[in-house]
């Protein structure tokens, strides 16, 4: 290395707060001048996820996390669910994508998302448990988020089809 007293760290966006934590703990062992990025990487979003399934994780035998399976903090957040005490979790893109086998046995359900799942999504998986009989919901709220993300074309059309069968079953 040219010079070890000029180094910085950086990392992607939606690791692992505590893996990162640990990673920039071992490399300022090994460079002791280590500067910190010039603004926070780690995503809000999903720092405030992770820190909500923390929370939730150790009371709920099942943790369902929606959101994509290319979505790192998505498949994280499964992974931190699991780490911090849930019995099982599983990654979902959809409710229809929920399997009946998952909950043999299970008494309590943890609901999270990925950090730009439209809330629909998790609005249709929330309807699912309630038909399976999960129907008492108490929310786990660790931060207040006020951004919205723009959902993709593709998915527009699909959702203002849900949303209107929805009314008309109101």
Not at 35 to 53: G, L
Not at 63 to 89: C, F, H, K, Y
Not at 105 to 129: M, Q
């Amino acid at each position: 290395m040219a010079d070890p007293d000029n180094v910085v760290w950086l990392s992607q966006t939606t690791l692992s707060v505590d893996e990162t934590m640990e990673t920039v703990r071992r490399l300022r062992e090994r460079f002791p001048a280590l500067q910190d990025p010039p603004s926070d990487d780690i995503c809000y979003a999903t720092q405030n996820r992770q820190v909500a399934v923390k929370k939730l994780a150790p009371a709920c035998e099942l943790v369902i996390v929606v959101g994509s399976a290319n979505s790192s903090n998505s498949v994280r957040l499964v992974e931190v669910a699991l780490q911090s005490g849930a019995d099982a979790s599983y990654r979902v893109d959809r409710a229809a994508e929920l399997r009946d086998e998952w909950f043999d046995g299970v008494t309590t359900v943890g609901v999270t998302s990925g950090a730009s799942v439209p809330e629909i999504l998790v609005r249709d998986v929330l309807d699912s448990l309630s038909a399976r009989g999960f129907d008492t919901v108490e929310e786990v709220r660790t931060a207040t988020e006020d951004l919205m993300f723009s959902l993709p074309r593709e998915i527009r059309a699909d959702l203002k089809a849900k949303e209107a069968e929805r009314a008309l079953r109101a």
